[in-house]
């Protein structure tokens, strides 16, 4: 997993080469299909189109950091010629072109709008650096499972052009955040161009000036993610930078980030000529959108401000993501205003007016200006992700709509895109098993069922497969964090000793935000140290995450994670892993056996890793929170347990929740995990995977990203969709309000 860092370009020219094409060496006139493969990120989801890559140049592949348009550029033409002589090669990469044509070929569903789909991230693939964690993945799962459904959709985020940071922690802990420029040229993106092969650009006016932003697409599949940039030598340098960084800088790069993001992309989707009659805002951050379109309505139909906003509101969906008051964008009034000081006069309304919009008091001059809010008050449908978070952001935003009897906030709860996280093993198994349904309609509860079928010997052969795998990546890792740490022959010789391939394997990985509390395993660390050193039945765990470079406390969970990995007694049973991405991610939860998730109820509207792990076969331990809490509520108490509650007394004060919840974690492992796990017969630990089965059968047709992308377009994008259901609103801590 080393990653060559290419030279940088020139930082005064921010827009680097300005071909439109990507830089591709001249490939075999046998061989041309790999830049059709490699231009279309469809291989984040199909492995056999990525195995085409890897054959070519197993280590350029990684060396590349997983992204083919950067190994063309790079590859030895030696190399290439090599393999544009062998017959079998050039045989399976015309095989794989001809899938993806016949993939893209299949009609587009007409009976569905289309879709505008707004996120701040996407997380598709790890040389994509545009996202940060969860609500970026399940964007780009949005994206691949619409692309799957052949549904009209496109996507519209900013193309940050050192994304989000790269982790380092130091030999005491300290989290480091490196950046990286993108480099465009050997991304899989290409220039946007309309209908007449021109590329598009869009303007957006800020205070004395205007912003040119440049369109780059990227194809996903059948659908595609339009990117915009400011990185154009027209602009001013200072605006060059204003996607410089995912969630940096100050509030005003924050705004002027979401003007870009809302209002740009509106304008990109006009000029590429994409007419859109649904508009999803995913999270408040591209919320001015809805702004965009209201203003549509008033300068193209002539309508009054209250006749455009019924109008446009019909065609507006929001999703929210977070019950975290830090997660919702707010702006001050006079700030706002110095940006979008023209939109009152052109939409007929007053500044206060206006302004009121993104107040819960309209009339309450000292309140900050609230993107939630916005987008809240001009879309008629919005969802939380989860049944929990529905319930947690009626009662938290119950007073946008004081004359509502119901707050007009249902849920669809995400899933996951199966085909992108599914260890390329367990596929074969699932292919064998199960036959195609589990990629193509996985929420198809009779496709899960035929699990039952699979041999227990077949499943726990290939978990423990991919343990072995993880724990090789594992030390791999660790290496090279002690290598770049200085660190001795000595110390990077006792590297290959750490974990154990056949010893319980416990897998902890996310964001480290307070809340997720990831030092909960950790609070009576010699009751931890007994579990993982007991030589008969051992248990290890690994951890990943970044903390926000803002953090403080995330980024001291870190450090505590980091002196129990350091502590000679312990470093061979729990790791930490740096720079979590989607490829760690991947590897995490196909090898891991028990995915850990500690989140402080309600704080997590859903989460997303514990279904990638479940969908492959690891059994979740989890707080009756997001996702899993709706599992549990659901679950039938007399079939077989598909995973563990970590439950009881519900406090108001959150340090005696911790100390129980800490409490009922450690009983869990001590009483039923470990003895699930060794409880062996003919090496098979039977219950264990009876458990499996019934998490993959009862589970998966359930937390995946087709049903969930199924129920979108059910619910809210279809035009006679019923306004989405509401149920009275629960109570919440106070320390979810703001
Ligand atoms: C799935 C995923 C997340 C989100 O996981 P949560 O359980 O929602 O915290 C974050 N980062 C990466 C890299 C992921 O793959």
């Known amino acids: 997993m080393v990653k060559r860092a290419l030279p940088r370009t020139d930082r005064t020219d921010p827009a680097g080469p300005a071909g439109l094409t990507n830089r591709v060496v001249a490939l075999p006139e046998a061989l041309t299909a790999l ?61 794989q072109a001809d899938e993806l044509a016949a993939y893209l070929a299949r009609p587009i569903r007409s009976d569905v709008p289309a879709v505008g789909y707004f996120s701040a991230e996407f997380g598709i693939t790890e040389c994509l650096q ?66 007449h092969g021109r590329p598009v650009s869009i303007t957006v006016a800020f205070p ?86 209201v203003r549509r309505f008033v300068e ?69 200006f609230c993107m939630t809010v916005l987008a809240l008050r001009l879309a008629s449908r919005a969802n939380g992700v989860s049944r929990l978070h529905g319930e947690v952001s009626r009662a938290m935003w119950q007073d946008v709509f004081p004359t509502s009897a119901t707050t007009p906030i249902g849920h669809v709860t995400n899933g996951v895109h199966y085909p992108t996280f599914v260890s390329d093993d367990l596929a074969a198994l699932f292919d064998r098993w199960l036959g195609a349904g589990w990629r193509t309609t996985p929420e198809d509860p009779e496709v899960w069922a035929r699990v039952a079928s699979i041999p227990d010997e077949e499943l726990w052969r290939i978990k423990g497969r991919r343990r072995e795998r993880l724990v090789a990546f594992a030390r791999d890792t660790i290496h090279h964090q002690h290598a770049r740490r200085d660190a001795t022959p000595a110390e990077l010789a006792q590297v290959t000793d750490v974990l154990d391939p056949r010893a319980l394997t416990i897998g902890f990985a996310r964001r480290f935000a307070t809340y997720k509390r990831g030092a909960l395993l950790l609070s009576d660390p010699a009751r931890l140290a007994r579990l993982l050193s ?24 870190i450090r505590q994670v980091a002196a129990f990995a350091a502590d000679p007694l312990l470093r061979r049973r729990l790791v930490f892993l740096e720079d979590y991405d989607t490829a760690v991610a991947r590897q995490l939860v196909q090898g891991c056996d028990v995915w850990l998730n500690t989140p402080r109820r309600p704080h997590e509207a859903c989460g997303t890793s514990g279904m990638k792990a479940m969908v492959n076969g690891s059994l979740n331990l989890s707080t009756l929170d997001g996702w899993w809490d709706e599992a549990w509520i659901d ?22 929740q911790d100390i129980q919840d800490a409490n009922a974690l450690y009983r869990l492992l001590e009483t039923s995990v470990v003895r699930a796990f060794y409880d062996r017969s003919d090496d098979v630990p039977r219950t264990w995977v009876a458990m499996m089965k019934s998490a993959l059968a009862t589970l998966a047709p359930v937390f995946t990203a087709h049903r969930m992308v199924d129920q979108y377009v059910a619910e809210y994008y279809q035009p006679a969709a019923p306004p989405p259901a509401a149920t009275a609103p629960v109570a919440i801590p106070r320390s979810s309000r703001r």
Request: glycine residues 10%; negative net charge.
């Open 35 to 95: 830049a059709r493969l490699a231009a279309n990120v469809r291989w984040s989801w199909h492995r056999p189109a990525v195995e085409v890559f890897r054959r070519l140049d197993g280590s350029l592949w990684e060396r590349s950091a997983h992204n083919p348009v950067r190994m063309l550029a790079l590859i030895d033409p030696v190399r290439l010629a090599v393999a544009a002589a062998d017959a079998g090669f050039v045989a399976e990469v015309n095989r």
């Open 300 to 368: 193209r139909d002539g309508l009054d401000f209250a006749a455009a906003r019924d109008r446009a509101a019909r065609d507006l969906v929001f999703t929210t993501h977070t019950p975290v008051a830090a997660g919702h964008d707010y702006f001050p009034p006079e700030l706002l205003l110095s940006y979008l000081g023209e939109y009152p006069a052109i939409l007929g309304i007053t500044p206060d007016e206006f302004l009121g919009l993104g107040r819960r008091n309209p009339h309450d001059k000292l309140e900050p």
């Open 635 to 656: 679950r039938d108490p007399t079939a077989t347990p598909f995973g563990w509650a970590i439950a009881g007394r519900r406090f108001r004060d959150e340090d005696r």
């Open 534 to 557: 007991n030589p008969a039945r051992p248990v290890q765990v690994l951890v990943a995450g970044k903390a926000h470079p803002r953090d403080e406390g995330g980024k001291d969970v």
């Open 208 to 293: 004395g000036r205007i912003v040119t932003a440049r369109v780059w697409t990227v194809a996903v599949g059948q659908v595609s993610l339009q990117l915009l940039d400011t990185g154009d030598p027209e602009n001013e340098p200072d605006d060059r930078w204003i996607a410089q960084h995912l969630y940096g800088g100050d509030i005003e790069t924050r705004l002027r980030q979401e003007i870009i993001l809302g209002i740009g992309g509106y304008r990109a989707l006009e000029a590429l000529g994409v007419a859109c009659s649904r508009f999803h805002m995913n999270e408040g951050h591209s919320a001015f959108l809805a702004l965009e379109h």
């Open 130 to 195: 545009i996202y940060s964690g969860g609500l970026g993945i399940l964007a780009g799962d949005h994206l691949k499972a619409a692309s799957d459904r052949s549904l009209p959709i496109t996507g519209v985020s900013l193309l940050y052009r050192e994304g989000y940071f790269r982790q380092r922690l130091t030999e005491d802990g300290r989290q480091q955040e490196l950046y990286e420029d993108a480099q465009l040229e050997v991304l899989p993106i290409h220039r946007a161009c309309d209908g």
